[in-house]
């Protein structure tokens, strides 16, 4: 299945280690496309574990984690306005 994976830390508390913890999480399983955005090709069963894992840190009532899910990337059409980010010149 690819996925699409973006998601909103809410910057209160312990927002730097809730920040830091989904994105090592997402980088385990996906391709890091800019800030908190991540794309990538899994099996059901990496689904599944990358939302456990990710439930482990996402604070329900103030983070925000939104998965689209397509069989194929071959269906999804995908055009960059601006230039691509490089992984080195990406920022968190």
Request: net charge positive.
């Amino acid at each position: 299945m690819y996925i699409i994976l973006m998601y909103d830390i809410k910057q209160i508390d312990d927002y730097n280690k809730v920040q830091r913890k989904v994105y090592q999480i997402c980088k385990k399983y996906l391709y890091h496309v800019q800030n908190s955005v991540f794309e990538g090709e899994l099996s059901e069963a990496q689904i599944i574990k990358l939302k456990i894992e990710l439930k482990q840190y996402l604070r329900k009532k103030e983070d925000s984690c939104i998965i689209f899910e397509s069989r194929n990337e071959k269906w999804l059409k995908k055009e960059f306005i601006t230039e691509t980010i490089d992984e080195e010149r990406q920022f968190i």
